[in-house]
């Protein structure tokens, strides 16, 4: 288990510095061309690494909701480029991270057809009241100035 959550650590560690070299890219080329070239990059790295473990997969046997995975992955990379220079690193992630809390918890109720136990919604108050105390201590900050 504590292999998955450094992995998961990890994990985030490329996704923020994805996300800042794809907004530099986005402030140079624009966002809708870093996110081309993000993906153009991603597929031919992924080309390679199936291509050597040889585990190609058979396009014929993906269920059609999974095509929606790659236009929202794209719109992702297109809109993190456009925001990410215009907001700044820590801001842009929070506000990323939040939406990612808030749709994890519709998505949960959706699936399992419940409302979320007490405990569930004060833990993602509590994540979200996290996220946003930089922005709380920033803003102190310069009124405090």
């Given at each position: 288990m504590l292999f998955?959550?450094?992995l998961a650590l990890a994990n985030g560690v490329l996704i923020g510095t994805s996300r800042?070299?794809?907004g530099q890219l986005g402030t140079r080329a624009g966002a809708f061309r870093a996110s081309v070239w993000n993906h153009v990059v991603g597929f031919v790295f992924l080309s390679v690494v199936l291509l050597v473990l040889r585990i190609w997969p058979d396009v014929t046997d993906v269920p059609a909701a999974a095509y929606a995975g790659g236009v929202f992955g794209a719109l992702f990379v297109a809109v993190n480029s456009y925001v990410f220079?215009?907001?700044?690193a820590m801001s842009a992630s929070v506000l990323v991270i939040s939406g990612q809390v808030l749709s994890a918890v519709v998505i949960d109720c959706v699936q399992q057809g419940t409302f979320p136990a007490p405990v569930?919604?004060?833990g993602v108050a509590l994540v979200l009241l996290g996220?946003?105390?930089p922005r709380i201590t920033a803003r102190l900050r310069r009124e405090n100035t």
């Open positions: 998955f959550v450094f800042t070299i794809n220079p215009r907001l700044g569930r919604l004060a996220l946003s105390l």
